[in-house]
Each structure stands twice: as structure tokens, then as C-alpha cells.
């Protein structure tokens, strides 16, 4: 028997005004910082358990980072990643699963290297990237695969 999942939440530092906040894993809309009510960065695990509340059913786009602790190129693309969901707050979630202990998440998406990283829209697969690449590489791809817009470039 296995138990529901449980809420996790995590606290995140705002980048615009320094304010600590809680963030749960899964919610409707987007977090924003308490005191200046700027979107916050949304970066979050799942596990088999909780896959479907965290990410597929997620507001916004999210960003699936499909690694296992094992991985050197899994945790060289970690802080490239969530940098973006830094820079993308309000319009990104990026969700991380450990491919070794949610074993179903990484045979529903044939999971063949790590990492592996895909963009849901919806709830559905709308880009798909095998592999590490360089931050700027990245940016241009989940921009893309996101469908916003950068005002600065």
C-alpha cells in the first residue's frame, strides 16, 4: 500500500527583492513573491507518484529534466536549467525527475540517455532534446518550444 503523495513545497529566494518564499510543487497558476508580487522562479522534483499534479497538469509550460544522480552531463546541465527557469519565471516550471527512482516517468517518455529533456504544453510532449547543450542553446529551444517571446531580444 502506498501512501497519497504529500504537498512538497520548497522556499525560494526572490531575484527581484531578496524575499524568501514557500513554493508548493504543485498549484494552480503561478508563485510570486509575497512582498513584491513578482512571478518566482518555479523549480520543483516529481516522482512517479506525483508526476501527473506537478507537471502535466501545471498551468504553464514546463520543462522535464530527466536525469539520474549518476550522470555527469545530468548535473553540468542542472544550473543551465535552472537559470532558465530563473529568467522564464511566470512562464516556466522546470521539473525534475530522477529516471532511478521513477522508473514509470522514464518508460512513458522511452528514456534512453540522460539527460533528456522535454518541454509539456498541456500535458503534452511538445519538444524533446536529448542530451546536454550550452545555456544560450537551451534558451533558444525552450523559448521556442514555449512559444514566448524575449522583450530584449
Known sequence: ???PPRQRSAIVTCPNCGRRNRVPSAAGGVPRCGNCHRPLPWITDAT???FAEVAERASIPVLVDLWATW???CRMVSPALEQLATELAG???LVKVDVDQSPEVAARFEVQAVPTLI???NGQVAARQPGAAPL???RGWVTQAIGS???AG
Open 1 to 3: 500500500m502506498t501512501a
Open 48 to 50: 512517479d507518484a506525483d
Open 71 to 73: 550522470c555527469g552531463p
Open 91 to 93: 512562464k516556466l516550471k
Open 119 to 121: 518541454v509539456l504544453r
Open 136 to 138: 544560450n542553446m537551451l
Open 149 to 151: 517571446t524575449d522583450d
